[in-house]
């Protein structure tokens, strides 16, 4: 089975802020949801534990799992460039990211669904057949494009209503 997580809360998702790459590490809140998160897989054994190198989802995935973290940059959130940071209300949108003719550095979404797939893909390859548990901590971006891959791509592309809420999980299977 595959188990995806979404970091706990950060002073920036408390602050409804857009949070990247220049993110903060858990808040207490969001230490207290890994912790919940971690009894409601009380019992789960993961034999494999996976995240993107943002301390959040690093520090998520060791508080729910007790064990040994796989850092994979292709897990790492969706480059927000100049829109990192800012009051997400205030941010000027190209659908669900911010417009790349107004910031600087915003990653290509193209190339973004690409990278994630290619880490799913390469999974999917090496344990469809085998009966393991893997635990995947990311994003709301990351984790939304992970449920795009199970569940297909929206008309619409809105890939983030695939994602859990902070200190949230979903289960898949190849």
Known sequence: MIYIIRHGETDLNKER?????????LNKNGIIQAENLRTKLQGIEFDLVYSSPQERAVETAQIVSGGNVIV???LD???????DNLK?????????IPDASVYKGIEDTESFVNR??????????????????ILIS???CTTGCMG???E???????????????GDYKVYQF
């Open 17 to 25: 802020k857009l949070q990247g790459r220049n993110g903060y590490p």
């Open 152 to 166: 297909g791509i929206p008309e619409n592309r809105n890939i983030l209503k695939y994602s859990s809420d902070n």
């Open 77 to 83: 959130v969706f480059e927000l460039g100049e829109a």
């Open 116 to 133: 994630v797939f290619n880490f799913m893909r390469e999974l999917e390859h090496q344990h469809a057949e085998s009966k393991v548990n």
């Open 88 to 96: 997400i209300s205030e941010v000027k949108m190209d659908g669900f």
């Open 148 to 150: 795009a891959y199970f």
């Open 138 to 140: 990311g994003h709301r």
């Open 72 to 74: 994979d940059n292709r």
